[in-house]
């Protein structure tokens, strides 16, 4: 057992020891005030109890609850029957008959109205011990901890744009970005070329500029020119349903969309015109 947990517990057993003590000296004087009011011999001996033993109750439900209203309630409880018995004890200090171990009732007070206020006090304690205490032990056995979540609610990231390419630093803030082609749906199998071996297909819409160079070789440049020839497939595709749609493409449009220049989407609207006409 480390120090830290042997001072708590150090210090749990002193007051656990101080408060028995301080209940033993209130016990006596509390006694006497329950015989002066003419309780019997038992109820004089369980008085003690109902009131300082209602403080305790009232104490341990305030450490336990966490609802503000509640704890609230709580304290006041502790407060009012700590200053009750505070009152009695002062009043057993103050009047010696109590002293002699009473067998009837005495006199609390001299002033009539100050006397039957403390005969009120002290036989109201029981009833409020009732009440008060069986409404503190339902609200600490309804009383549920709130539950604290192991991680923090999840931000949503911000959703990147699909497909744009990363902006170089050294180029002009003021150049208008191209716009994304617009997704088409499948041209008819008129107007496209059908292929005859099986092509590497590259990361889509990927810029020529950014792909990685490979080495001059044979099989490098067949693959080159597959790509080149399946891009121009593409553009013809697309020229071909805006076309349909009724929203032919300009070259300068076409072009940009694939990276390309203006005479190359030139060159793709007249592949694509041709094929049309030897389709019809």
């Known amino acids: 057992m480390s120090l830290h947990r042997k001072g708590k517990a150090l210090l749990v057993v002193a007051l656990v020891a101080v408060v028995g003590m301080a209940f033993r000296v209130s016990w006596n004087a509390l006694r006497d005030v329950a ?22 109750l009232a104490l341990v439900a305030t450490l336990v609850l966490t609802d503000r209203d509640d704890k609230r309630f709580a304290l006041r409880v502790l407060a009012g029957y700590t200053l009750a018995s505070l009152v009695l004890n002062y009043v057993h200090g103050l009047v010696p008959a109590l002293h002699a171990a009473p067998s009837g009732r005495v006199r609390l007070a001299q002033w009539d109205a100050a006397h039957w ?40 990231e911000p959703a990147q744009a699909p497909h744009t390419p990363a902006r170089s630093a050294g180029a002009p803030a003021d150049v208008a970005e191209v716009p994304e082609p617009v997704a088409a749906p499948e041209a008819a199998p008129a107007l496209v070329a059908p292929r005859t071996e099986p092509v590497r297909v590259a990361a889509p819409h990927t ?3 950014a792909r990685t ?68």
């Open 35 to 56: 015989k002066a009011i003419g309780a019997d011999g038992t109820a004089a001996l369980l008085y003690p109890f109902v009131v300082d033993g209602l403080m305790a």
């Open 117 to 156: 206020l403390l005969v009120l006090l002290a036989s109201s304690l029981p009833v409020g011990s009732i009440y008060f205490g069986s409404d503190l032990v339902a609200k600490v056995l309804h009383h549920r901890p709130p539950v604290r979540e192991a991680y923090g609610p999840e931000r949503p």
């Open 213 to 280: 160079a490979v080495a001059p070789d044979a099989r490098s440049v067949e693959f080159e020119a597959a790509e080149l020839e399946r891009m121009r497939q593409d553009a013809r595709r697309a020229y071909a349903e805006s076309a349909l749609a009724e929203r032919p493409l300009s070259a300068r449009a076409l072009g940009e969309a694939f990276g390309m220049s203006e005479s190359w989407g030139r060159k793709q609207i007249l592949a694509a015109r041709d094929l049309e006409a030897v389709a019809a």
């Open 207 to 209: 810029p020529p500029a």
